[in-house]
């Protein structure tokens, strides 16, 4: 076995274990294993493995996913390669996996171009807007405004999707848009405020 799959089997070795510490410690090594293996093997073997991790573990887990997804996103050329991931953590049911997800989802917004945020992170956006569960809307509330800035042809699918989450009946939800209105208005035009 080379050296490259050694680290991701290390990982698997360890995600195997029973101790949510450990588990826990072994997703805070990430970066380190993304640099062992490679972009290449990152983008296929490594992202491949996490989905299912996701679907599987424990919330302290899927936190320390989304906080370490927020932090490698840099060693990969493909900067919306995580996002998939972390729509998924968007949709937890916990909710300190959740605000981990969009936080690192904004952060990665930040250094992507104008076609990276129309192709993948506004899609996302509206995705996780039009969720069956609550969970998604009130993460999608937090990212319009990064959507908003260079999603150009999204613009008024984003602007239509924030005012229909203004109007839910989910108090959880208006209250969510509420904080994120201030932010959000920032980037419209004015009469789109009024």
Not at 148 to 161: C, F
């Amino acid at each position: 076995m080379t050296e490259d799959l050694c680290a991701l089997e290390l990982l698997k070795d360890e995600m195997r274990s029973d101790e949510v510490h450990l588990k826990v410690n072994a997703i805070h090594r990430l970066k380190t294993v993304i640099i062992s293996i490679g972009e290449e093997k990152a983008s296929s073997n490594l992202t491949e493995y996490v989905e299912g991790l996701i679907s599987m573990e424990d919330d302290e887990v899927l936190f320390a996913i989304a906080e370490e997804l927020g932090m490698c996103w840099e060693l990969i050329p493909e900067k919306t390669l995580f996002l998939p991931l972390l729509e998924k953590l968007c949709n937890a049911d916990e909710t300190v996996v959740r605000e981990q997800a969009y936080q690192s989802m904004g952060a990665i917004s930040g250094s992507l171009s104008d076609s990276e945020i129309q192709n993948s992170f506004a899609p996302i956006v509206i995705r996780l807007a039009s969720s069956e569960r609550f969970y998604g809307r009130v993460s999608a509330c937090h990212l319009f405004a990064q959507a908003y800035k260079k999603a150009n042809g999204l613009q008024d699918r984003l602007r239509k999707k924030f005012v229909a989450l203004c109007q839910e009946d989910t108090c959880i939800i208006r209250r969510a848009c509420a904080l994120k209105l201030g932010e959000f208005s920032t980037y419209l035009d004015k009469k789109h405020v009024i």
